[in-house]
């Protein structure tokens, strides 16, 4: 491969919006980088009002930090797209991202074409991920001790969140696990006021109207409306005729008879996303039929799923009891809990569901142990999924020599694109170390021979000791997916912000007077 000269002079001004972009990126990714590892520290996040958040999820604090640079949000992207894609590894994301975008900075300005070091680094993505697949170890059944090494390490090593998490990916079987569409993650529920627990069933986000009613239900069929529970409306216009008042009576006539079907089919809960007519909740009361009212339409869609039930509109109560008894759905047990401000549900006739109840002691404690567990559940149902490699940027050391190995047989300037790549997978390890207090070059260095004379990627530092260790053994891993996804999405960023050439601020849109 051709040598290529460094620019000076005029040069540096032609790259003068590629460097400024670059240190935006850089103070972006100083702000994540010391989380990394199981030696990363907290970051604390001020706000104008003297509020204050501790935290080590990088995508806290990306979404929280006050950023103006347009390079900077282009990074903050990583880390949503990280977190709506997979649920974890937000941090590593974000170091990759940089690393690449150093990386492919130091090769352009030594001369190396912008449009030569990204398709080389593209091209370098392609064969990382080809890398990391091969590698990757599947998981064998819910049992497997990688997947419980897999919770405790996303779970920040906290063994009660841990237990929770694998407890609950038991219950909901694996192959809801793989469904697709279907979040572990959005299954976890933290309060101040709760005691961990994994409850087989949903919780929904509403105190009955009817609170003064014995609150369990056994064996309740399941009404869910999408609409009102109440009287179809007349106009004001209609309601001041006599015909108008007649219509406005018969309809209120046959809304009174449908509430008395439903009590002959026996409706235990009736759930409805806007508003319960007085008589309506009245006639529920007297008859102990538990109305939600205004449940949120996540809410609505998990009752539906878990119970069989098929949400209706309120037309649907003048049909026959036996159409309307095709729509209403089944539960073994429904009750408000009252510590919790949350109606349990739970034996439906539908899909399985699971919740993990994670309790702490304050709000706040509350709010970073569900985002705790959150990742400890979006990293199992990712190992389930696409399985594990070794983690601690080990996988990334041995596939970065990949690269390398690739990069001395190509002999054009792309093979500098694929170079950056190849560095920018050791950025992860060198983070980790730094971290742990040692000297990222030596240890780097030593982990790289290590791997070589082994021929193995299950090599890494451990960051008690210093010392070489096989993670796999030590049961330190991450789901392939998360590192896959955090490399693609890094790569995707990097290439953006190194096609930059000129930021022009835009004018303002003419506003008429």
Same mark, same amino acid.
């Given at each position: 491969?051709?040598?290529?000269?460094?620019?000076?002079?005029?040069?540096? &001004?032609?790259?003068?919006?590629?460097?400024?972009?670059?240190?935006?990126?850089?103070?972006?990714?100083?702000?994540?980088?010391?989380?990394?590892?199981?030696?990363?520290?907290?970051?604390?996040?001020?706000? $104008?009002?003297?509020?204050?958040?501790?935290?080590?999820?990088?995508?806290?604090?990306?979404?929280?930090?006050?950023? !103006?640079?347009?390079?900077?949000?282009?990074?903050?992207?990583?880390?949503?797209?990280?977190?709506?894609?997979?649920?974890?590894?937000?941090?590593?994301?974000?170091?990759?991202?940089?690393?690449?975008?150093?990386?492919?900075? /130091?090769?352009?300005?030594?001369?190396?074409?912008?449009?030569?070091?990204?398709?080389?680094?593209?091209?370098?993505?392609? =064969?990382?991920?080809?890398?990391?697949?091969?590698?990757?170890?599947?998981?064998?059944?819910?049992?497997?001790?990688?997947?419980?090494?897999?919770?405790?390490?996303?779970?920040?090593?906290?063994? %009660?969140?841990?237990?929770?998490?694998?407890?609950?990916?038991? /219950?909901?079987?694996?192959?809801?696990?793989?469904?697709?569409?279907?979040?572990? /993650?959005?299954?976890?529920?933290?309060?101040?006021?709760?005691?961990?627990?994994?409850?087989?069933?949903? =919780?929904?986000?509403?105190?009955?109207?009817?609170?003064?009613?014995?609150?369990?239900?056994?064996?309740?069929?399941?009404?869910?409306?999408?609409?009102?529970?109440?009287?179809?409306?007349?106009?004001?216009?209609?309601?001041?005729?006599?015909?108008?008042?007649?219509?406005?009576?018969?309809?209120?006539? =046959?809304?009174?008879?449908?509430?008395?079907?439903?009590?002959? =089919? $026996?409706?235990?809960?009736?759930?409805?996303?806007?508003?319960?007519?007085?008589?309506?909740?009245?006639?529920?009361?007297?008859?102990?039929?538990?109305?939600?009212?205004?449940?949120?339409?996540?809410?609505?869609?998990?009752?539906?799923?878990? !119970?069989?039930?098929?949400?209706?509109?309120?037309?649907?109560?003048?049909?026959?009891?036996?159409?309307?008894?095709?729509?209403?759905?089944?539960?073994?047990? @429904?009750?408000?809990?009252?510590?919790?401000?949350?109606?349990?549900? @739970?034996?439906?006739?539908?899909?399985?569901?699971?919740?993990?109840?994670?309790?702490?002691?304050?709000?706040?404690?509350?709010? &970073?142990?569900?985002?705790?567990?959150? %990742?400890?559940?979006?990293?199992?149902?990712?190992?389930?999924?696409?399985?594990?490699?070794?983690?601690?940027?080990?996988?990334?050391?041995?596939?970065?020599?990949?690269?390398?190995?690739?990069?001395?047989?190509?002999?054009?300037?792309?093979?500098?694109?694929?170079? /950056?790549?190849?560095?920018?997978?050791?950025?992860?390890?060198?983070?980790?170390?730094?971290?742990?207090?040692?000297?990222?070059?030596?240890?780097?260095?030593?982990?790289?021979?290590?791997?070589?004379?082994?021929?193995?990627?299950?090599?890494?530092?451990?960051?008690?000791?210093?010392?070489?260790?096989?993670?796999?053994?030590?049961?330190?891993?991450?789901?392939? %997916?998360?590192?896959?996804?955090?490399?693609?999405?890094?790569?995707?960023?990097?290439?953006?912000?190194?096609?930059?050439? !000129?930021?022009?601020?835009?004018?303002?849109?003419?506003?008429?007077?």
């Amino acid at each position: 491969m051709t040598g290529v000269k460094p620019m000076h002079g005029e040069s540096e &001004e032609r790259y003068s919006t590629l460097v400024n972009n670059a240190a935006a990126v850089r103070a972006i990714c100083s702000a994540v980088e010391g989380t990394l590892g199981p030696k990363g520290l907290d970051t604390m996040l001020v706000g $104008g009002q003297g509020d204050v958040i501790i935290t080590n999820d990088g995508v806290t604090i990306l979404e929280k930090m006050d950023v !103006t640079h347009p390079a900077a949000r282009l990074m903050i992207q990583v880390a949503r797209s990280q977190q709506r894609q997979i649920g974890d590894g937000t941090t590593t994301a974000t170091v990759l991202a940089g690393a690449m975008v150093q990386e492919g900075v /130091a090769q352009v300005t030594r001369g190396v074409p912008v449009a030569k070091v990204v398709t080389g680094m593209l091209q370098g993505i392609e =064969l990382a991920v080809a890398s990391l697949q091969g590698r990757s170890r599947q998981i064998v059944g819910l049992g497997d001790r990688a997947l419980q090494r897999i919770a405790y390490t996303a779970g920040r090593e906290q063994t %009660d969140i841990a237990k929770l998490i694998i407890q609950a990916a038991e /219950a909901v079987g694996e192959a809801k696990l793989r469904e697709e569409g279907y979040r572990f /993650a959005d299954s976890v529920l933290a309060h101040e006021e709760a005691s961990s627990e994994v409850w087989t069933g949903i =919780l929904l986000n509403q105190k009955p109207m009817n609170l003064h009613l014995e609150h369990e239900r056994r064996d309740a069929r399941i009404l869910v409306l999408h609409d009102a529970l109440e009287p179809e409306a007349v106009s004001e216009e209609s309601l001041v005729t006599e015909a108008g008042f007649q219509r406005y009576m018969q309809l209120r006539e =046959l809304f009174r008879s449908s509430l008395g079907s439903l009590l002959e =089919l $026996g409706v235990g809960l009736i759930a409805s996303d806007r508003g319960v007519d007085p008589e309506a909740e009245q006639f529920c009361s007297d008859h102990g039929i538990l109305v939600l009212q205004r449940l949120s339409r996540r809410d609505l869609q998990l009752l539906s799923e878990h !119970t069989g039930a098929r949400p209706v509109r309120r037309t649907a109560l003048r049909k026959s009891a036996p159409e309307l008894s095709a729509a209403l759905g089944h539960a073994g047990y @429904a009750a408000y809990d009252e510590r919790l401000e949350r109606v349990r549900v @739970a034996r439906g006739h539908g899909e399985q569901h699971v919740t993990v109840i994670v309790g702490a002691a304050t709000r706040e404690a509350a709010h &970073e142990r569900s985002r705790i567990a959150k %990742d400890a559940a979006s990293a199992v149902q990712a190992a389930v999924r696409g399985g594990y490699l070794p983690g601690g940027g080990a996988a990334e050391m041995a596939v970065a020599h990949d690269l390398e190995r690739v990069r001395e047989t190509m002999k054009g300037m792309e093979g500098f694109g694929v170079a /950056a790549v190849a560095g920018a997978l050791r950025k992860p390890l060198s983070q980790i170390v730094v971290n742990a207090g040692y000297n990222p070059l030596e240890k780097v260095e030593e982990l790289k021979a290590a791997q070589l004379a082994q021929d193995t990627d299950s090599l890494g530092i451990d960051c008690d000791t210093g010392l070489i260790t096989d993670f796999v053994e030590a049961g330190i891993m991450d789901p392939t %997916d998360v590192k896959i996804h955090a490399l693609q999405a890094a790569g995707e960023v990097a290439a953006a912000v190194l096609r930059i050439h !000129t930021v022009i601020k835009m004018k303002q849109p003419f506003e008429e007077n």
